[in-house]
């Protein structure tokens, strides 16, 4: 399947070894079973030994970074094998919630259905912290910061916290209609009101890092345009 949008469009930051791009929602990472296109493909027409050096879940947009050779991959694997990658996500969640660099450390384990859960017992340590950005009528903005780096760490800590992310049907979240906030909502005849955002409101802002020269580097990536029409309606209707 063609992609809508080449890599080179996607590139946010690069040097010599290393590539930022902001990754559009919709589109894996990694292959995935489906025949559509994934990000690494796209990558790999840019720059043919290009490896992810991390990933984001399909439906998360925002910051990801690759490796052009094999030394550059060495060298973020072992960055974020130490922990010293800051990884920064934004994410708009169900209801009122005021964090201060609130902690989950709760371990997570994957089940064959590919959901997570926590458990002491099987679970593997994950903590991520949670700062209030800004709220709303019923809905918060948060500053996440992953510290492990588990599958699905951000959405399941959430849940913990009766903070489910906005859309995230399989952890708890709501999907966000117009007709929650606005007064007067009319739909059209004979037809089904659809959800603002087709995906949960979590973006992967920035990350932190260290170049082949010993250099810190902190990219930025914006909120792609659905991202953006649920904080300007949040906005309008406080």
Same mark, same amino acid.
């Given at each position: 399947?063609?992609?809508?949008?080449?890599?080179?469009?996607?590139?946010?930051?690069?040097?010599?070894?290393?590539?930022?791009?902001?990754?559009?929602?919709?589109?894996?990472?990694?292959?995935?079973?489906?025949?559509?296109?994934?990000?690494?493909?796209?990558?790999?027409?840019?720059?043919p030994?290009?490896?992810?050096?991390?990933?984001?879940?399909k439906?998360?947009?925002? #910051?990801?970074?690759?490796?052009?050779?094999?030394?550059?991959?060495?060298?973020?694997?072992?960055?974020f094998?130490?922990?010293? #990658?800051?990884?920064?996500?934004?994410?708009?969640?169900?209801?009122?919630?005021?964090?201060?660099? !609130?902690? #989950?450390?709760?371990?997570?384990?994957?089940?064959?259905?590919?959901?997570?859960?926590?458990?002491?017992?099987?679970?593997?340590?994950?903590?991520?912290?949670?700062?209030t950005?800004?709220?709303?009528?019923?809905?918060?903005?948060? !500053?996440?910061?992953p510290?492990?780096?588990?599958?699905?760490?951000?959405?399941?800590?959430?849940?913990?916290?009766?903070?489910?992310?906005?859309?995230?049907?399989?952890?708890?979240?709501?999907?966000?209609?117009?007709?929650?906030?606005?007064?007067?909502?009319?739909?059209?005849?004979?037809?089904?009101?659809?959800?603002?955002?087709?995906?949960?409101?979590?973006?992967?802002?920035?990350?932190?890092?260290k170049?082949?020269?010993?250099?810190?580097?902190?990219?930025?990536?914006?909120?792609?345009?659905?991202?953006?029409?649920?904080?300007?309606?949040?906005?309008?209707?406080?």
């Amino acid at each position: 399947m063609k992609s809508k949008f080449t890599f080179k469009e996607l590139i946010i930051w690069e040097d010599d070894d290393l590539v930022a791009i902001s990754k559009p929602p919709f589109i894996a990472t990694l292959e995935d079973r489906s025949d559509s296109t994934n990000v690494l493909a796209l990558a790999r027409e840019y720059e043919p030994r290009a490896q992810a050096c991390h990933r984001l879940d399909k439906d998360t947009s925002g #910051v990801i970074l690759f490796a052009k050779n094999p030394e550059a991959y060495r060298h973020m694997s072992i960055q974020f094998e130490k922990r010293e #990658v800051e990884k920064i996500y934004h994410a708009v969640v169900d209801g009122i919630h005021n964090f201060k660099n !609130e902690l #989950v450390d709760a371990p997570i384990a994957k089940s064959d259905d590919g959901i997570v859960k926590i458990s002491k017992r099987e679970g593997k340590p994950a903590q991520t912290y949670f700062s209030t950005l800004q709220v709303y009528r019923l809905h918060t903005l948060l !500053e996440c910061r992953p510290i492990t780096g588990r599958m699905h760490q951000i959405r399941i800590h959430l849940s913990t916290l009766n903070a489910s992310i906005t859309g995230d049907e399989q952890y708890g979240g709501k999907p966000f209609y117009l007709s929650s906030v606005k007064r007067g909502f009319n739909l059209k005849k004979f037809s089904d009101e659809q959800p603002l955002m087709k995906r949960m409101a979590l973006h992967a802002r920035s990350l932190t890092f260290k170049s082949l020269e010993e250099a810190r580097v902190s990219v930025e990536a914006s909120y792609p345009k659905d991202f953006q029409a649920l904080i300007r309606q949040l906005e309008l209707n406080r």
